[in-house]
């Protein structure tokens, strides 16, 4: 698998960046939706990721779970998002998972590769998963189901997913959107030539994110 850049005759191409392991993304859920739903056909969107959880971040989580549990009653209070109990039983209580973004961020790379904006229902499936279920998104099972959710080819997706190809590529996904300045989650970018000019980033009300994405189109 390859990055594949986006060509469209369509005049304004809008980037979400996301990643599984973010808990603002999780209850960024219904407002993406919503910002998508606005927007229609007026633009193209693709997804983009930088790896929060990458390299010397990765770590076993409970070395963590202190600073999640405080974040997780944040993005409750702000969005009115639940956390499941599923993810604090099998997950943060048991401690013993290692957080890592990047087995994730690459089944979201092979899912845009192969069903274009069909990406946005496999995030939103695999966020869902992790938080309120408590499925790794590390698991084959879970990124089948969340394929199966999307409509999108289970068997292609994961055959693809673990390739040595779809690793080199995730690096060089990485790579890339580092380059160009994502570092918060969730955030909206706009594409000026070949650079993006940041719409919003972080957290903010659905009325708020269509304004601002209303004002570039």
């Not at 919503?34 to 990721?49: E, F, K, M, P």
């Not at 580092?178 to 009325?207: M, Q």
């Amino acid at each position: 698998m390859r990055y594949r850049d986006h060509v469209s005759d369509r005049p304004v191409r809008l980037i979400y960046a996301f990643d599984p392991l973010c808990g603002w993304c999780y209850g960024f859920r219904p407002a993406i939706r919503a910002l998508r739903s606005a927007v229609g056909d007026r633009a193209t969107w693709a997804i983009a990721g930088a790896g929060l959880v990458t390299g010397d971040r990765e770590r076993p989580i409970r070395e963590t779970a202190a600073a999640l549990e405080k974040g997780m009653s944040q993005v409750e209070r702000r969005t009115g998002a639940r956390f499941g109990e599923a993810f604090r039983k099998n997950i943060l209580a048991k401690g013993t998972w290692r957080l890592s973004s990047e087995a994730g961020c690459r089944a979201m790379f092979v899912a845009e590769q192969l069903a274009g904006e069909k990406v946005f229902e496999f995030t939103e499936a695999l966020s869902t998963a992790f938080w309120d279920e408590g499925l790794l998104p590390d698991d084959p099972n879970t990124l089948r189901g969340c394929a199966q959710d999307a409509e999108i080819d289970a068997d292609a997706l994961l055959a693809a997913w673990a390739t040595d190809d779809a690793k080199a590529s995730t690096r060089a996904a990485f790579a890339l959107w580092r380059h160009h300045g994502i570092s918060e989650y969730p955030a909206v970018f706009v594409e000026r030539g070949a650079e993006l000019e940041r719409v919003f980033e972080g957290y903010v009300e659905i009325d708020v994110a269509i304004e601002r994405v209303e004002a570039v189109l």
